[in-house]
């Protein structure tokens, strides 16, 4: 009869394995794109057997969906922990942090789930519900970090606004560096927060 203490380290591992695994799942489709990321790739990386991927993920779709969602969520959870008290006065640092979530693997990973989404219809529903869901969370962060009101008309539109034109900058960094003029932007948009948002 297995005891509970013998559990425990096991339920450990079990965590810390699937963790490699969805670490080493972001990493690879930030590299590799779709078509280079494979279980094997990931297992191999995570410094796992390709069963015990399996064994926490089943299909490909299941491992990749899972890590750019749990990567999405740390990231949210890395926010909130950059600015506990909220903007606190400083929502040039909130918008700054914003854009920089999209120039990372992260957003990386994701653009490459995306493309690969919008060519294979099996994939598509999965990961159009994954971005409605990160989408939403990451909307509730901003808007709880910059400390606005939502019911004032036009205050969801700006937000909502932020974060698409971060995304735009997160799409022209994958090509250049574009720091300089990133940094503008950043500017610009922290004297809209304010005007607009008050």
Known sequence: MVTAPDRAPKQDRSRATRQRLLAAAVACLAERGWAGSTVSA?????????????????????????????????????????????????????????????????????????????????????????????????????VELLGVDESRPGVRETVQGLLDMARGLGLARLLTDDTARRERVVEQWAGVIEGVLG
């Open 42 to 142: 990931v297992a191999e990386r995570a410094g796992v057997s390709r069963g015990a991927a399996q064994h926490h993920f089943p299909t490909r779709e299941d491992l990749f969906t899972a890590a750019v969602e749990y990567v999405a969520e740390e990231r949210c959870q890395a926010l909130r922990a950059l600015f506990p008290e909220g903007a606190a006065g400083d929502r040039r640092a909130v918008v700054a942090a914003l854009v920089e979530g999209c120039t990372g693997p992260l957003f990386r990973a994701a653009l490459h789930l995306w493309m690969a989404a919008s060519a294979e219809e099996q994939l598509r529903g999965r990961v159009t519900e994954l971005e409605a869901r990160v989408g939403r969370e990451t909307h509730r962060v901003a």
